[in-house]
């Protein structure tokens, strides 16, 4: 499968306006960044596993709807349930 797209985020994000691309393409970029490390993967490239596709939409989200790196009077969460679950598979360990 080819790579997540804007329009792959904004759909997962259920976003119809134009308003915010620039905002959603840059989440999605230190989506993939960080999916990227972690993964020690290209996850724009052909075949890249379904698994690590459906991770990088859940923490574009993540990202998006939580734009500060601290919120007061807010419980604070870990990422998304099942993401790293997601990426376990794929993880590469670095010693």
């Known amino acids: 499968m080819p790579?997540?797209?804007l329009d792959q985020?904004?759909?997962h994000l259920n976003i119809t306006l134009d308003q915010d691309?620039?905002?959603?393409d840059d989440k999605l970029a230190a989506a993939k960044a960080?999916?990227?490390?972690?993964?020690?993967?290209d996850v724009d490239a052909d075949g890249t596993p379904a698994?690590?596709?459906e991770a990088t939409l859940q923490l574009c989200a993540h990202l998006y709807q939580n734009r500060e790196a601290s919120l007061i009077g807010v419980t604070a969460t870990e990422?998304?349930?099942g993401f790293l679950d997601l990426l376990a598979p794929?993880?590469?360990f670095a010693f």
């Open 79 to 81: 990422l998304p349930f």
């Open 21 to 24: 691309n620039g905002l959603i």
């Open 9 to 11: 985020a904004k759909a």
């Open 90 to 92: 794929y993880r590469a």
């Open 34 to 41: 960080w999916v990227g490390a972690y993964t020690a993967s």
């Open 51 to 53: 698994p690590v596709r």
């Open 3 to 5: 790579a997540v797209t």
